[in-house]
């Protein structure tokens, strides 16, 4: 099991001691259970992670799913624009959760999400760290890849506009443990877990569960068929991609010139305005599974050897499918199912994989390795989120008042307006220089008109919207031209109450403006 060397020797013997050695991996055994031990360190892990990716609750996308969230627990939240939330919240459990998991706890809405979120973290190190011990035998090489995981979190996944885990709760962070989790229980041939898995990560976003069935699917069928393996696959793939049903999907032509503009919004839907490096990043890892794939079969690390194989033909499987529906025009609705997010689960494997070979066969038992890897990787990620973040807080604390100007006239906005009130804003703000991607909706928890960025979003997944979208989004447009005029024109036409803008706005003249630092203003129409 071990090759000769003193090295060797005494790695073994320490694996022994901590009571972490696993069985061959040819065999039908099942690596022991977390100890509390490990329960404690996986947790040490989960507190570096946030401290190195930092925590954003009001960020990206929270602006889709938070309000789904605050309506359950308020249903008085909201009586305008809803349309554009309720469309994703309908198809998940996740809000209902959220809210169900608040009002027993009683525990206010910025406090429970941050307890989500660490949840999220420690479950998908805890099941990095099972199906690490079915594919590696030794514990350096299991917490290697644990660890690497660990320091990528937010590392971009190609072109396809998604973290390995975002800095703030979403149904996706959910998904993603319990994709984990049911690939190690299908390895295992606890099937009935694993479909368990599968369906609270169905039920809490349908998309990434469906890539996770898939490739639980094709991973029984190259075990079960692998003489046919090469045209096995398929059905697999195709069961998966039926788990889209729900979203309405048809061949149908784009129904609008006001559905083709939400979706260039969201050019990562479309693999051919990829830019080179990340195209790159959908094909290299065949490469490296290939790799590591020989490795693994010189070694007779069946289980390794299997995922490996699977993974290339998943990549490949999916690869097809994006070209198939991006480059027909007459597809263009069907971006939508946006095939190339099965890379999610393919990345969270390849880094559990790579920190496993990694942990084995270089940084082994010498200390000074890992300081040498992990601290400049982590360094690196904190810096990269700083950039991202630079006027927000690393960390942004339940309670703590929030740093970012926009954040602030986002609060002043929940505490002093009525629940009922009406807001404009420009359509782009999200994208502001300084604006940190802060939600309005999620954070001000008022109702504003759509937005070009989160918005269609709701649009490009769900085109009945696009037309009203449209309309709103060009009422607002040019923003940085809108005079008082304009402003009551929103209020005639759309009942808008309140704006906000920007300090230097060309004019406001003739506003109620009751509150204003820095960067902005909150007025009140006449």
Not at 27 to 42: C, D, E, Y
Not at 83 to 88: G, I, Q, R, T
């Amino acid at each position: 099991m071990f090759r000769a060397g003193s090295a060797n020797l005494t790695d073994a013997m320490r694996v022994i001691r901590v009571n972490l050695a696993l069985p061959p991996l040819n065999s039908l055994s099942i690596p022991p259970r977390p100890t509390w031990k490990t329960i404690s360190g996986l947790s040490l892990l989960t507190v570096a992670a946030v401290l190195v990716h930092g925590y954003h609750p009001f960020a990206e996308d929270a602006e889709i799913y938070l309000p789904g969230v605050e309506k359950i627990l308020h249903p008085e939240l909201f009586p305008v624009g809803r349309e554009f939330f309720l469309s994703h919240a309908s198809l998940t459990l996740f809000p209902n959760l959220v809210a169900l998991s608040l009002r027993v706890t009683h525990l206010p809405l910025e406090m429970g999400l941050f307890f989500w979120h660490i949840a999220s973290i420690f479950m998908l190190l805890l099941g990095c760290w099972e199906l690490s011990g079915l594919l590696f035998q030794s514990a350096r090489a299991r917490w290697c890849g644990v660890c690497l995981v660990a320091a990528l979190l937010t590392i971009p996944v190609a072109g396809t506009a998604l973290y390995i885990m975002d800095q703030y709760l979403n149904p996706r962070n959910l998904a993603a443990f319990a994709a984990i989790f049911a690939v190690a229980r299908t390895l295992e041939k606890r099937y009935v877990r694993a479909v368990l898995w599968l369906a609270f990560a169905g039920s809490v976003h349908p998309l990434m569960a469906a890539f996770a069935f898939s490739f639980c699917v094709l991973l029984v069928v190259m075990v079960s068929f692998e003489k046919r393996a090469a045209g096995s696959p398929t059905p697999g793939v195709a069961m998966g991609l039926g788990g889209l049903l729900p979203f309405g999907i048809s061949l149908d032509p784009p129904t609008s010139p006001a559905y083709h503009a939400a979706a260039m919004h969201h050019e990562f839907h479309y693999v051919q305005l990829w830019r080179w490096y990340e195209q790159l990043g959908i094909l290299a890892p065949v490469a490296l599974f290939w790799w590591f794939g020989r490795i693994a079969r010189a070694r007779q690390w069946l289980r390794l050897e299997l995922v490996c194989r699977a993974l290339i033909v998943y990549d490949l499987i999916y690869f097809s499918a994006a070209l198939v529906i991006d480059l027909p025009a007459r597809f263009e609705s069907l971006a939508r199912l946006q095939p190339l997010r099965s890379l999610h689960l393919l990345y969270m494997l390849m880094f559990l994989i790579m920190g496993g070979f990694l942990g084995e066969y270089v940084l082994r038992n010498r200390i000074w390795r890992w300081l040498a890897l992990f601290v400049p990787l982590s360094v690196g990620m904190f810096v990269a989120q700083r950039a991202l973040f630079p006027l927000s807080a690393h960390v942004e604390w339940p309670g703590s008042a929030p740093k970012n100007d926009w954040a602030q006239a986002f609060v002043w906005i929940r505490e002093n307006t009525p629940v009922d009130a009406v807001f404009a804003l420009d359509p782009d703000f999200m994208q502001l220089s300084g604006e940190g991607t802060t939600g309005f909706r999620c954070l001000a928890q008022r109702s504003r008109l759509a937005d070009s960025s989160k918005d269609s979003g709701a649009v490009s997944m769900f085109p009945p919207l696009a037309q009203e979208w449209w309309t709103q989004v060009q009422a607002q447009s040019p923003w940085k031209n809108f005079r008082t005029e304009d402003f009551l024109g929103l209020k005639n036409r759309y009942g808008v109450g309140w704006v906000v803008v920007q300090v230097q706005h060309a004019e406001t003249t003739g506003l109620d403006c009751i509150y204003q630092n820095s960067v902005v203003r909150v007025c009140r129409l006449p």
